[in-house]
């Protein structure tokens, strides 16, 4: 299907305007150059709401304004709205001659009408109507849907009218996989032709039953009564297994996403700390703190117990001590101290020994003696008076004062030292590390991971439970497929050997032979033909992205794999997400090359309409995304502000067929140069190019814009 | 005799100036203070280091008594759990007197502990004001240089 | 849906290959009538027609061909 012209009356900004499409195969770009709110998304709306009425409206045309805003109810209250499209279909047909092509052209007219009150309006729902054209007038064709239903489906209205901000459908991160999965599967399903010979085979295989219903009814013998029916209640078993057996695939499909997602979500989680064990961590680092702060109390007592201790006193007072130890040293020489002698003298006197060594014993004349003076020394000495025995005493018991020359208070005082700023140091560690946790743990969403496990069990469980049912229906399945074909083979056998079987028996092959040309076309389409999809989309993805230096590093491939998801890989099959590893312009890239691939490989005939395609890309990939796309449509329809023509005028001079301007006159004088002399608001055309402007369309720089806007 | 429990101060009383008393508390742990703050673990323990440094840094022994009021902070008794001590005042009397004979005049040594423990508590209680640290921490800094410097004496 | 009916027809004739030509021209015949039966569906799809019963005749006309080369009788269908 080619677009080849449309006009609009009344519908919002477009109160009359005309628009043509190039439909020369050589030339296939149409461009409407048009700057920002100048009415190119209103261009789109209206093409969809012309083809598929108001369920194509944003918000599906509840509460959408078709009237111009400007509409003056003085003059109208009931505003007449029409949006007409022309367009060219292309049928095949087998004949006896080969493929026959026949070229048909239509005229969809869409007319709805507002009553305007003021500030509100009402809408009579919309009346369509259309047209074939031929070379002897028009002729109305009932009903008009469909024709268009059947050249631009509904489902696939967002792969030919595409508005480039919002062409992330297919591949928007935040959307369910299945969802996103579902519209690339419709589309692909449609687009490849999967549902046409869905159908058919399933009304083919009714056809088969009743050849056996046929076989049963022509009776001779019992046999092939009873393999025809049998094999009817095959055929119910296998067509109830096989709905069996859709349910269980995607009830699977449908819990195997939730166990990626739940695991996904635990490992998230688990990157960024376990709670529980983070409590765990909180509680030892408490134990810990407590630990140390217990020896810092101890090590401060150790240090307070330095000044109580006799090192402080003996090291002060060393000056004073020597002094005194130097007198009772000198008493000590005079032999006044020790009295202690009294106990030596008396040891002595016992062991019968004197201390230089001679003989004490009283039976020897000098021992006798000598025991005799000793006896008076222990005498005289007892008589000393009690200040000889406190100083005696002093000399005696106060040796451990006695300076040592070394500071044994430094000394100490330097362990006492090491060990708090030691303990100190570990207690600071320890409570930075406490600190860390704490904030760790409150950083933490409130998730919780014992509760995500046990759930992801449980779909596990489900999941699994699906995988075993889809084993077991798949056994089962084989299993009568086995009986079938056996049970078909007797029954063909005994129909051969029945006359009245013969022609029931031809009806049987036929419809085999059919069931099976349609089901290896469907298996055929489905691998090869997806896989040709995938191929295409990803050249045309690569070759779009290609000259970014940026997305081309990390960019590899993309597919779209057997399950209908589009997959975008990175070095070493990394999978990366489109919405963060993707900038702008890759993720519309993609979605563009995904639509070319397509419509490229199903060898459809349809154009592509979008809206801003470059938006958000420069340089050399937008001249790559603009090349590829005229290089793989059929017709190429792009709305085009200036910025995006800047730098790819030459490309659109090979490939447009057809370029104008349309521009809004409310956009003097702040961005037009030349006053439009119209006080309606309605978009304006004009005849220039991309390269050309005229008194109309001429407009101010941007620099000088933005100056004149900002005084 | 050396090892026979002597204490001839037993019976006399320790007193130190009023006007260093609430310093005296501040800085003991019998306040009920922390030890860093308050390093001497009884009133006792600093009248006795500012026994030392005042003889360390050879300071004339304070008048007490009479017109200086002074407060009772613990009476002799106390030596009896440090022993070492009684022998290191009366060395500490020897040593400023030059008399051994001293050793049988507790009184007067006493009243020598207690001029000296007057003239160096205010040295002591600016050891542990003064500094950037804590008192335990001032007071050792300053001990410490104390130490490493010949002696005064 | 005719949007893309060279390719489904393009495929469906590859299949062509492998079916067992029961009498000559039989593939051929075969292939007529599953674009029939494409047409059929698509046509389905834009408005309601008695799908099952023409796929039912045409699959009849082709078994008649396959019966009349076996040279059963026509006629012969009860």
Not at chain 1, 45 to 67: S, T
Not at chain 1, 375 to 382: G, Q
Not at chain 1, 399 to 419: F, M, Q
Not at chain 1, 555 to 564: L, M, N
Request: hydrophobic share 40%; glycine share 6%.
């Amino acid at each position: 299907m080619k677009l080849l012209r449309a006009e609009f009356e009344n519908f919002r900004l477009l109160r009359d305007l005309r628009l043509e499409f190039s439909t020369d195969p050589a030339r296939k770009l149409t461009v409407i150059r048009a700057a920002n709110e100048s009415g190119k998304t209103t261009i789109l709306n209206a093409l969809q709401w012309a083809l598929y009425g108001d369920a194509a409206l944003p918000g599906k045309g509840e509460e959408f304004r078709l009237h111009p805003i400007d509409w003056d109810a003085s003059v109208k209250r009931r505003v007449p709205i029409v949006a007409t499209v022309e367009f060219e279909v292309t049928k095949y047909r087998r004949s006896a001659l080969g493929t026959r092509e026949t070229r048909r052209r239509y005229r969809i007219v869409r007319t709805a009408f507002e009553e305007v009150d003021g500030r509100t309006s009402r809408r009579a729902h919309s009346e369509v109507k259309l047209y074939a054209l031929n070379d002897t007038g028009v002729t109305p064709i009932e009903p008009p849907e469909a024709i268009i239903n059947d050249e631009l489906p509904p489902d696939l209205r967002e792969v030919f009218f595409t508005d480039g901000d919002r062409a992330l459908s297919f591949i928007e991160a935040d959307v369910a996989v299945s969802t996103k999965r579902d519209r690339v599967q419709r589309a692909i399903r449609a687009l490849l032709g999967l549902s046409v010979i869905e159908d058919a085979i399933y009304h083919v295989k009714k056809s088969s039953a009743e050849v056996n219903k046929q076989a049963r009814a022509i009776g001779g013998g019992s046999d092939l009564n009873r393999i025809a029916s049998r094999l009817e209640t095959i055929d119910e078993d296998i067509a109830g297994l096989e709905g069996d057996l859709d349910d269980a695939k995607q009830q699977f499909e449908a819990f195997d996403e939730k166990v990626n997602e739940t695991d996904r979500t635990i490992a998230a989680t688990l990157r960024k700390g376990d709670k529980e064990k983070l409590q765990r961590d909180l509680e030892a680092a408490k134990r810990k703190i407590k630990q140390l702060d217990a020896q810092l109390e101890a090590a401060g007592k150790e240090h307070a117990a330095l000044f109580r201790g006799r090192a402080l006193a003996t090291d002060l007072l060393a000056p004073v001590l020597d002094e005194a130890f130097g007198k009772l040293e000198a008493l000590h020489d005079q032999g006044k101290i020790p009295s202690t002698t009294i106990p030596v003298l008396e040891n002595r006197l016992s062991l019968n020994v004197c201390i230089c060594g001679e003989t004490l014993d009283p039976a020897d004349a000098e021992g006798h003696r000598r025991r005799h003076h000793i006896e008076r020394v222990i005498a005289e000495s007892k008589r000393a008076d009690a200040i000889q025995e406190m100083i005696t005493d002093l000399y005696y018991g106060a040796k451990t004062l006695r300076p040592l020359g070394a500071n044994t208070w430094l000394d100490e005082y330097k362990k006492v030292v090491a060990s708090r700023d030691g303990l100190q140091d570990m207690r600071n560690d320890a409570g930075k590390e406490f600190r860390a946790l704490e904030v760790q743990l409150d950083a933490l969403p409130d998730t919780d991971i014992q509760g995500l496990r046990e759930v992801l069990r449980d779909y596990k469980d489900q999941r699994d439970r699906f995988l075993s049912k889809k084993s077991t229906i798949q056994t089962q399945l084989g299993n009568l497929q086995r009986e079938r074909q056996g049970l078909v083979q007797e029954r063909d056998r005994l129909l051969r050997e029945q006359k009245k079987g013969a022609r029931v028996l031809a009806e049987a092959e036929v419809t085999q032979d059919v069931i099976t040309v349609l089901q290896r076309a469907y298996d055929r389409i489905t691998k090869e033909e997806l896989a040709k999809v995938s191929d295409q989309m990803n050249a045309n993805f690569l070759e779009m992205i290609g000259a970014d230096p940026q997305q081309g590093a990390i960019i590899r491939r993309a597919e779209i794999s057997p399950e209908f998801d589009i997959l975008v890989y990175g070095p070493e099959e990394r999978k990366l997400n489109p919405d963060r590893d993707l900038n702008g312009a890759s993720r519309r890239a993609l979605t563009l090359a995904f639509i070319l691939a397509l419509t490229k490989i199903s060898e459809v005939e349809a154009p592509n309409v979008i809206d801003t395609p470059l938006g958000m890309t420069s340089g050399f990939v937008k001249r790559s995304i603009l090349r590829t796309a005229v290089r793989e449509s059929a017709q190429l329809v792009l709305f085009l502000t200036h910025d995006e023509i800047a730098g790819c005028e030459d490309i659109i001079d090979q490939a447009a067929g057809t370029v104008c301007t349309i521009t809004n006159p409310a956009h003097y004088p702040k961005m037009l140069v030349n006053n439009p002399g119209v006080t309606e608001r309605k978009a304006l055309r004009c005849e220039c190019n991309h390269r050309s402007e005229c008194p109309l369309c001429q407009r101010r720089s941007d620099v000088r814009a933005e100056l004149e806007m900002a005084s | 005799m050396a090892d026979k429990y002597f204490n001839p101060f037993a019976a006399i009383d320790i007193y130190v100036p009023t006007e260093f008393h609430p310093d005296v508390v501040r800085f003991c742990q019998s306040g009920g203070n922390p030890v860093d703050q308050s390093p001497f673990p009884r009133m006792v323990d600093l009248w006795f280091a500012a026994v030392c440094v005042a003889a360390r840094l050879n300071l004339k022994p304070a008048e007490i008594g009479g017109d200086v009021p002074t407060t009772k902070i613990i009476d002799g008794a106390i030596f009896g759990s440090d022993p070492w001590r009684v022998h290191t005042l009366m060395l500490l009397a020897i040593g400023k007197t030059g008399d051994v004979q001293i050793v049988s005049e507790p009184r007067k040594i006493m009243n020598l502990a207690s001029g000296l423990a007057a003239a160096g508590l205010p040295k002591v209680i600016e050891m542990l004001k003064d500094g950037d640290g804590e008192a335990i921490w001032n007071l050792s800094e300053a001990v410490d240089g104390m130490l490493r410097k010949k002696s005064a004496a | 849906m005719p949007l893309n009916d060279r390719k489904i027809i393009s495929i469906i004739l590859d299949e062509r290959a492998r079916v067992e030509e029961r009498f000559p021209g039989y593939r051929d015949e075969l292939i007529n009538t599953i674009s029939d039966i494409i047409e059929y569906e698509r046509q389905h799809k834009v408005q309601g027609t008695t799908i099952q019963k023409k796929i039912n005749d045409k699959c009849n006309a082709m078994a008649r061909l396959l019966a009349q080369h076996r040279g059963h009788d026509v006629g012969a269908e009860e």
